[in-house]
């Protein structure tokens, strides 16, 4: 499934196969870091990651995502492919500032043969929809709350979610209780508040219906507010974040 996918935001699989009796997949090679990682940089480091920044990598998210979503087979019918984990460990920045989706393993085709078995929870707790954590069918919208919750993030400095247990999480994302980004951060631009509560509304009807929806309107709200995020200003913050790492892993 993986390898059908062949975007600029999504990393790239040039081969899979079989050899001396084990599977293997070759994959683009990724010079960079995972958002988690640039998030725990950046507050380590008192350098945050700022609202152009943050615009540009959720956008460029929702740029791959949309890709996937609409993507279809040979015969031209829909894959309906949902990618079910999308969290800070799989959304990689390279150093020259190129954003990726890692890992559709655990993505779902609607034509596999396969299916989760009811009420089988998959994807990190803490980024999943309300209807994931409850163990309902989901669909491609499930993907666009996770995205909100990145976005969330990203601009509030906050984690979206939290909890003494994996248990008291599930159920804060289950009954979706979490902080309003009004109140959490002020003096956002209201066109951004907006584009947050779309993408987090609790049921997948109130939601963006397409990550080319929300890509869209994440792309009217930069030019609204005069920002021209480019891939080399995240490479230049990404150096600010990891120039000593960037020398030593070279």
């Not at 935001?9 to 196969?17: A, E, K, Q, R, S």
């Not at 829909?78 to 460990?89: A, C, E, F, K, V």
Request: one cysteine or more; aromatic letters at 10%.
């Amino acid at each position: 499934l993986a390898a059908l996918l062949n975007h600029q935001n999504v990393v790239h699989i040039y081969d899979f196969g079989s050899a001396e009796d084990s599977y293997f997949i070759s994959m683009e090679y990724l010079f960079g870091k995972n958002l988690q990682a640039c998030w725990r940089q950046a507050r380590d480091k008192e350098v945050p990651i700022s609202l152009e920044n943050a615009l540009y990598i959720v956008s460029r998210v929702c740029s791959g995502l949309a890709y996937a979503h609409e993507l279809k087979d040979f015969q031209g019918n829909p894959l309906n492919i949902i990618h079910r984990d999308i969290s800070p460990q799989n959304i990689f920045i390279t150093y020259e500032g190129d954003v990726k989706i890692l890992d559709f393993g655990i993505a779902k085709a609607a034509s596999q043969s396969t299916v989760t078995q009811f009420g089988m929870i998959k994807g990190k707790v803490a980024y999943m929809s309300p209807e994931q954590a409850a163990g309902k069918p989901v669909d491609q919208r499930s993907d666009l709350f996770s995205v909100g919750i990145l976005l969330y993030e990203l601009v509030t400095g906050n984690r979206m979610f939290t909890g003494d247990s994996t248990i008291q999480i599930l159920t804060k994302v289950r009954d979706d209780e979490y902080d309003s980004p009004e109140s959490v951060v002020l003096g956002l631009p209201p066109r951004i508040y907006a584009i947050l509560n779309k993408a987090v509304a609790k049921e997948p009807q109130d939601r963006y219906q397409s990550c080319s929806q929300m890509f869209a309107d994440l792309e009217e709200c930069m030019i609204e507010l005069s920002l021209r995020p480019t891939g080399r200003g995240l490479a230049r913050y990404m150096k600010e974040l990891f120039g000593e790492e960037i020398a030593d892993e070279d």
